[in-house]
Each structure stands twice: as C-alpha cells, then as structure tokens.
C-alpha cells in the first residue's frame, strides 16, 4: 500500500506479494514515479519493483561489483529519482555506487590499503548522498576508538574528483543539498561547505548544537536545541533561513588537506623493542592480594536471605566488594550487593539515585527503593559510612529487599580464606616502579577462586601508553583461544598467540593464564607484533 | 538526597511557529530583544516543540528534512526512571508534530509506516509535502 501524504489517500494497493524472504525485506524508498527499492536485511539482495509495471528486479551487490566482499549491505542510498543507489557494506572493502539504468557499479573509496597499511579493520562511516546523487560525503576510519588515521572525503561523481582532508576540525556534518552544499559544525560555530566550489562560508549564527540538517534545495538548515523553563526543559526544532547565503562571510577550511597517495606510500615508525623494556616487580602481589581480601570482612554484609540462592560469588576490587546472589544460573536470576569502600560515597547524596524512594527508616538508616517497569528492583542505603546498592530482578519482592538490606551486619568473615594455589603471578612489569592499583578477586563456589591483575591502565590507551592485563582461572577461561598460533613458553604446557588481541593464552597443567596486551594501534605498530609477543612471553616465563 | 520532582510530563506540545499564539508571542519578544538586523545573527523560527520535566532525559536524532523544508522528520528518545521510550515525529506544514505511527490509516500497520517514513526521509528527497 501507498499512501500520499499530500492527497491524504491510498494511491497504490498490492494486496499480493510473493518473496521468499518478504519477512526480511526493508522499505528502502518509494520514488516519484512509485517504483519501490526494497533491501533483505543481514543480505546484499536488493530489488526494485515497478509498482506501474509490476516489473520487479532483483540484484546481488557482490555479483554487480564483482567483488564475494560485498556481501553484506550495511545502508542503502538512494538518489530522488531512484536511478543511483549507494551501498555502504561495512565490511572493509570500499562504496559501492549503483547506476539502475546502466547497470554499471563503481566502487568508491576503497579501504583495503589503509587496513594493510595500518594492519587493522577500516570502515566508512557517517556516510552522505546528495539528492540527485552527484556528491557523496563518507568519513574513512579504522575501526574504534582512538583512530590511527582518519580521513574525511568528498566525492564529486560526475567528474571522479575525491577531495580528501585530515585533522578535520568540525565535529558535525550535515546531509548534502541538491547544489553540492554540506553544513558542518565546529565549536559553537556553523558552517557552509559548497563540495562542487571547495568553499566554506560561515553561517552568522552560534551555538554548539547536536544536530543538523539541511532542506533538499538548501533554502533551511534545521537545528535542535534545548532550553530550561521553570522547573521542566523545552527541546526544540528550529529552522534557519539561509536565503541569503551569498552573502554570509568566507572562512577558512579548518582541515588539511590530505594526499591519498602518499598517505598510504609514508613509511610507518620502524618497529623498535626500545619501549618494551620490562622492570622488576617490588612488592608482594599475593600479599597485596591478601591484605584487599581479608580487609573486606570489616565491610557489612547480608546475614541472611528471605530465599536462598543456589551460590554466592565474591569478587573484591580495590574499591567495592560485591556479593551476588545467584538463584538460577541460566535464567539470569541474580541480585547483585555492591558494598563501596571508597569514601567518596558515603553520603546519601552520593550514595542513592535520586530517582529511588524512601521506603524506611529503621534505626536511623535510611532505605531507598524503586521497583522498575523492566523488572529491575534497586534499593540503596549508606551503614556506618559505606555505601550499599543491592540491584536485582524480580527475584525478591520489595518486603524482601528490605528484609535482605535489614540483615547486613560487619565483622562477618568471607566464606572462605583466599587461596592462590600454585598460580603464578608476574614478577616483571612493563610500567616502571608498578604498583598495584586495579585488581579483582573473584571467588565463585564452583570454581575456586580467579585473579585479575592490571599493569598500567588497559582502558585508557588513548595516549599511546601500554598496559597489560593478567588473568587466571583454575577452569578453561570461555575465551581461552587454542585456535591462535601456537607458542613455545617454558614452564607450560600449553601456549598461544593471537596477533589480533595480542593474547597470549597459558595452561600450566593446574592453571589457566592470560597476558592481553592493550595499547592503540599506533604504538602496536612503532612497537611490533613480534616485539609485543616476546614482551608477554617474558612476563609469563619469569612468573613464579 | 535530591528530592525527586513530581513525574509527568508537561504540555506534550507547543505547536509549530506560525500557527502558535505564545510561540508568535515568545518569537516577538525574541526579535525585540535581539533582533537580527543589529547583531547580524540569523533569527531561527521555531517549527517544533516539546516541554519535559527535568526528571526526563531527552535525546533526539536523525533529523530529517523535505526537498523544500517545508516539512521534517526527527527521532526522539526519553528516559524517565530507566525506562526508555522512542518516537518518531513528522512535522508538516501547519500540522504540527505528530506520532508517525499515526500516519497509517490501519492500527495494523503504524510500525510499517513510521519505519516508511524513517528510510523515506533519510535516503531520499522524493516527497514534498
């Protein structure tokens, strides 16, 4: 069915439809002279039916473009008219664009040599199509965070110019209008970028904004905006007229220009083992360890349980203690006690969610509920300066997380003393003068206890700073990887690599180990795969 | 323990620009206060508007418009007390927002038409309203 929205009528009925997979078909778009563009989800199948006709079309992007990668269409774009399509596959190859009358599939801006170069995945993202299909905008990036290289690209495909710049400086892009023109965002100001003239102008208006875009013929730029008003926020849709255009100032490209060629030609930092010095580990990781567990039993804890659960896991970090309470292992049946050491959080203010509700005082405490549509319960409350968050599912019912948090008391030991075992722990480290700062304990009753051991600061890599972190289990770790290459380490029976992860993954006949090297693909490449996987092998040999 | 506001929502809509009285009123007190012929600011005309208690947390995205502007389309997402709950509007002309759930004449078919109406607006210009 068709409906105009402008006849405010069903203009086109099709009370048949045959596809095998019409429960997968994506309603791409309907063109002015009603064809319909439809797209198999999780596929590279898209068809194009003649609603006048009943001419229906079928393709295959890999078989179009020759290529078994494009198999996998991530987004589709259209032109107005229908007649240019643009397919981004995400998949590491390039964009794909689609001429319906001729057939002919060209693909833009391949990726392949930036991911050889780098030695890591590459995509397209944020992804423009002008109306009439002429320009294209698309953002080249490796994959996640911290990119190592990143370009911004502009495609005019009518004469095959890219345009390619770096430290591109505007942190928004628009659409495109049918005249070539991109708004782009920067600071708190707007920007006009005509593709076809390679001029920016400045829009005279300023304001940081999330969103934009502009009116297909470029007349309006639409904006979100937010403002307080009494107690509540008014969040808006505004319009700009940019009628006037032709006169707003000319500014300067804040971006670089960037050569494709010869990004890809320069030479990246020769590998170098200069940085993977390893230092030697002062202090006593197992008393350490200790010390952080026998602690915990001055923390207040639940003494009992309105139901039972099956098992109780224990895991202390250097800042909170958590208990959870497992009921049923499969159906995610747990509720999870969080006691916080850290001083920060002693006070209701910091301590309880503002969208929980008093429930109780009981000598003197304060206890804080709320029971959510999804099924998710939380109940807050500070003891004798620690800070307790019990969050679970329907398990209990509100009387009964009361009667749980009623039950904490302190100076209970832990089930159990911590036992180390035979495990061996790292005796170098590749940060100088290591201290231990981040660590868990894990005790889970059916599998003895496990350890985590941070060396520098595995999720904050961006500054090109490297990190190690130390795993081990007495079961086979879930990601245990016996597929990866295969490596010689002594003292172990077992030993593999893998270059993509940068895991080494042990077995000493009595413990699991991993050592997972972190740090951002710049520095693994200044570094060296190789050099990385001495450097764990060395931790993992000198460990006792 | 910051007290919690009273949870409703407020005035679901402030209707679109020209067709509003206190939207005309607060756009008229706006240019007499800053008006765009002395700062050389452009003036935006508001097209669309929704009030929320600040026990709300409001994103929007995916901003969609018409070849002509005359219309546009927008995704929005609240969160109020973890609940997460997504809309998407159609503004038209002098219709004001609407649900585009609401824009299929059949309840069976509102999801359809509202996921329509996303890849219509975000892949193509080919409506004009």
């Not at chain 1, 206890?367 to 409350?381: A, G, I, M, Q």
Request: glycine share 4%.
């Amino acid at each position: 069915m068709i409906y105009d929205l402008e006849k405010e009528e069903i203009i086109h009925e099709e009370p048949e439809w045959s596809d095998i997979s019409s429960i997968v078909l994506e309603l791409i778009a309907i063109t002015d002279d009603l064809s319909v563009i439809m797209l198999e989800s999780f596929s590279d199948r898209f068809i194009i039916y003649d609603t006048k006709t009943k001419e229906r079309n079928e393709y295959y992007l890999s078989k179009l473009a020759d290529n078994p990668d494009a198999s996998f269409i991530f987004r589709m774009h259209t032109s107005s008219d229908g007649k240019k399509l643009l397919f981004d596959t995400r998949t590491g190859t390039g964009l794909f664009l689609f001429n319906v009358e001729t057939e002919e599939t060209t693909e833009l801006l391949p990726v392949e040599a930036f991911a050889n170069k780098y030695n890591t995945d590459f995509a397209h993202e944020e992804v423009r199509f002008s109306p009439d299909g002429t320009f294209i905008y698309a953002k080249i990036t490796e994959v996640g965070n911290d990119p190592v290289y990143e370009s911004h690209n502009f495609i005019n495909t009518e004469t095959g110019e890219v345009r390619s710049f770096v430290d591109f400086d505007y942190y928004f892009v628009s659409n495109i209008d049918e005249n070539g023109n991109m708004a782009l965002a920067s600071g708190d100001e707007l920007f006009l970028y005509s593709i076809p003239n390679d001029q920016v102008i400045r829009i005279p208006f300023k304001k940081h904004l999330n969103l934009l875009a502009l009116s297909g013929n470029g007349q309006y730029l639409f904006i979100d905006d937010s403002e307080p008003k009494d107690e509540n926020r008014v969040y808006s849709m505004k319009k700009l007229s940019l009628e006037q255009a032709e006169n707003f100032e000319v500014a300067e490209m804040k971006a670089s220009l960037a050569d494709r060629e010869n990004s890809l030609s320069e030479e990246t930092k020769a590998a170098s083992s200069d940085e993977l010095n390893l230092h030697e580990i002062n202090i006593d990781i197992r008393q350490k360890l200790t010390d952080a567990w026998n602690a915990a039993e001055n923390l207040y804890f639940a003494t009992s349980y309105p139901k039972q659960p099956k098992y109780i896991d224990y895991t202390v970090s250097e800042s909170n203690v958590y208990q959870t309470l497992v009921f049923e292992e499969f159906g995610r049946e747990e509720i999870e006690i969080k006691v916080m050491r850290d001083e920060d959080f002693a006070s209701e203010d910091m301590c309880v969610d503002d969208d929980l509700d008093l429930i109780e005082t009981i000598d003197g405490i304060n206890y804080y509920f709320k029971s959510f549509s999804s099924s998710e319960n939380e109940l807050s409350f500070v003891i004798d300066g620690q800070c307790v968050r019990i969050n679970g599912e329907d398990v209990y019912s509100e009387d009964q997380y009361l009667s749980l948090a009623t039950s904490f008391a302190n100076g209970k030991p832990l089930p159990v003393a911590i036992d180390f075992g035979s495990i061996k722990f790292p005796t170098v480290s590749p940060i100088g003068g290591w201290d231990l700062e981040t660590f868990l304990i894990i005790y889970e009753e059916e599998f003895g206890f496990r350890y985590v051991v941070d060396f520098g600061k595995p999720y904050d890599t961006a500054d090109g700073q490297l990190a190690v972190q130390f795993f081990t289990a007495n079961a086979e770790p879930v990601f245990y990887n016996d597929t990866a290459e295969q490596v010689e380490v002594a003292g172990y029976e077992q030993a593999f690599f893998n270059e993509e992860t940068l895991e080494l993954d042990l077995f000493d006949g009595n413990h699991y180990y991993t050592y997972a090297a972190k740090m951002n693909t710049e520095t693994r490449n200044n570094l060296g795969i190789e050099n990385i996987k001495n450097m764990l092998i060395q931790m993992a040999e000198m460990a006792e | 323990m910051k007290k919690r506001l009273l949870l409703f929502l407020l005035g679901i809509f402030i209707l679109v620009g020209c067709s509003a009285k206190s939207t005309d009123e607060e756009n008229s007190a706006t240019k007499q206060e800053n008006p765009e012929a002395q700062t050389g600011q452009l003036e935006p005309e508001t097209v669309f508007s929704m009030e929320f208690s600040e026990d709300y947390t409001v994103d929007i995205w995916e901003i969609n418009s018409s070849d002509t502007g005359d219309s546009l389309q927008f995704e929005l997402k609240t969160y109020f007390e973890r609940d997460e709950e997504f809309f998407e509007y159609v503004v038209f002309n002098e219709n004001g927002g609407i649900d585009a759930r609401e824009l299929s004449p059949q309840e069976k078919w509102k999801k359809t038409a509202a996921q329509l109406f996303y890849h219509l607006m975000a892949n193509t210009y080919s409506w004009n309203v």
